[in-house]
């Protein structure tokens, strides 16, 4: 009974994740059965009935600001970086067209041939049908990160949730990895990720989720059932709201 009661509280939600993720235990690109992995996780929620969009970095093949870092001009390394992400939303829609569900990749950036362009109205109606509605090349602008992209798309998509998908189980005092005594949260409000740079999201995506009181719900990526359980309301998680808890 619990899913049932959790798809009520989660009717539409919006995954994000890292490019990186896509990667699996690689240096760089595509990992073809990390991609698979994933579908199969969208999917387990998507058979709850839950609508599902999705916001997918591109820091597995390229990284605007670090291309800007090497002397590339920033406006130019961030197109880049947005062309990357539409890669892996292509290679992601693959991955679940090959599961039967029926998706579609959506760019800010007009490129007609291999996806559809932004119309708000348009992408609320594939949602309605239960397509999984994959949101590709960031805002369209340069110097606004693929967190910021998603906090904008589950906002003006009235999603109920971000999924931030990671390495790790929550949101963490320190890293988990380099500190093994570090403690994670339950719960944590938006003013706090800000004030003690804890690694959530970048500032405006925070500032953003924050104005329009949309919660973000950190968990791992790399536990199986992890995305589906979170809906039944099990497993580890920490939540980002204006509630403290």
Not at 98 to 127: C, G, K
Not at 224 to 241: D, K, Q
Request: charged content about 20%.
């Amino acid at each position: 009974m619990g899913n049932t009661d959790a798809t009520r509280v989660y009717d539409r939600v919006l995954l994000k994740i890292s490019g990186e993720a896509l990667m699996g235990d690689q240096g760089y690109g595509l990992h073809p059965p990390t991609v698979s992995r994933i579908a199969n996780e969208v999917k387990s929620v998507h058979d709850l009935g839950v609508e599902i969009c999705m916001v997918i970095g591109g820091g597995n093949i390229f990284r605007g600001l670090q291309g800007s870092a090497q002397g590339m001009e920033r406006t130019t390394a961030d197109y880049m970086g947005m062309l990357a992400t539409v890669m892996n939303a292509l290679a992601m829609q693959s991955a679940l067209e090959a599961l039967d569900i029926h998706t579609r990749v959506i760019s800010a950036i007009t490129m007609n041939e291999v996806a559809e362009p932004y119309i708000r109205r348009r992408a609320v109606r594939h949602l309605e049908k239960g397509r999984v509605c994959i949101f590709a090349a960031g805002t369209g602008n340069p110097y606004f990160t693929t967190d910021t992209a998603a906090t904008l798309r589950a906002n003006e998509m009235a999603c109920q949730a971000i999924f931030k998908g990671t390495k790790v189980d929550g949101v963490y005092d320190s890293d988990p990895v380099e500190n093994p005594d570090a403690a994670r949260y339950d719960r944590v409000t938006y003013d706090e990720v800000l004030q003690k740079h804890l690694n959530v999201m970048d500032a405006s995506a925070i500032a953003l989720a924050r104005d329009n009181r949309l919660p973000i719900i950190v968990f791992s990526l790399d536990e199986p059932g992890g995305f589906r359980g979170i809906l039944a309301g099990e497993g580890t998680f920490t939540i980002v709201s204006d509630d403290p808890g």
